[in-house]
């Protein structure tokens, strides 16, 4: 199965700082239909899962612009670009172009 | 709008069976494809499989085959998962997502099951 490394497994941050989030895969996730099936999620405490970029770089709809994707191959990055208190909870990156799809382990973004 | 509606929570003993809905709305469910994740809670979302609601095709995740069977039922636009022989293990959370081109846009609120005697 494809690993999915997080980092940091904690983050820390004031109301307007700028963050970054890596994602590193053990293995390529260039699919052989030419996209790249890596997603990132966001899940506040007590909620589900809600999508916030797919395919590395493509903003799900209703998601402020604050968040971006970039990445290709086996490195990703999510950056904040100013948090908001509304984006308090933990960061997951998912990859769907291996079966069986994977996670990551989980990046928690705190107030400072 | 797109709305999934789960079952609610779940306490059932060691060695049963349980059977989670996934209750759909505001869009066509009998061309599309619906996935279910696991968490097991403070923990990651694992990925259990999924299901094409046009034909019943199914993908499961190895880990999950034999413990977790996926159906539809088209007529109600409802989603089913059969989870058998429940460990402590099982006790989790569970999602429903609907799959859209391995993207997954729309969640069920989830379902708690806890397993104990």
Not at chain 2, 4 to 15: H, R, T
Request: proline share 3%; glycine share 10%; aromatic share 10%.
């Amino acid at each position: 199965d494809v690993v999915l490394t997080q980092t940091p497994p904690t983050l820390s941050a004031t109301i307007g700082q700028s963050v970054s989030i890596s994602c590193r895969s053990s293995q390529s996730l260039l699919d052989s239909d030419g996209d790249t099936y890596l997603n990132w999620l966001l899940q506040r405490p007590g909620q589900s899962p809600q999508l916030l970029i797919y395919s590395v770089s493509n903003l799900e709809s209703g998601v402020p612009n604050r968040f971006s994707g970039s990445g290709s191959e086996t490195d990703f990055t999510l950056k904040i670009s100013g948090v908001e208190a509304e984006d308090l909870g933990v960061y997951y990156c998912m990859q769907a172009t291996h079966a069986p799809w994977t996670f990551g382990g989980g990046t928690k973004l705190e107030l400072k | 709008q797109v709305k999934l509606q789960q079952s609610g929570a779940e306490l059932v003993k060691p060695g049963a069976s349980v059977k989670l809905s996934c209750k759909t709305s505001g869009y066509t469910f009998s061309t599309s494809y619906m996935s279910w994740f696991k968490q097991i809670p403070g923990q990651s979302i694992e990925w259990i499989g999924m299901i094409y609601a046009g034909d019943g095709g199914t993908g499961y995740n190895q880990k999950f085959k034999g413990k977790a069977t996926l159906t539809v039922d088209t007529s109600s636009s409802t989603a089913y998962m059969d989870l058998s022989s429940l460990t402590t293990e099982d006790s989790a959370v569970y999602f429903c997502a609907r799959d859209d081109r391995r993207w997954f846009a729309y969640w069920g609120q989830g379902t708690l099951v806890t397993v104990s005697s």
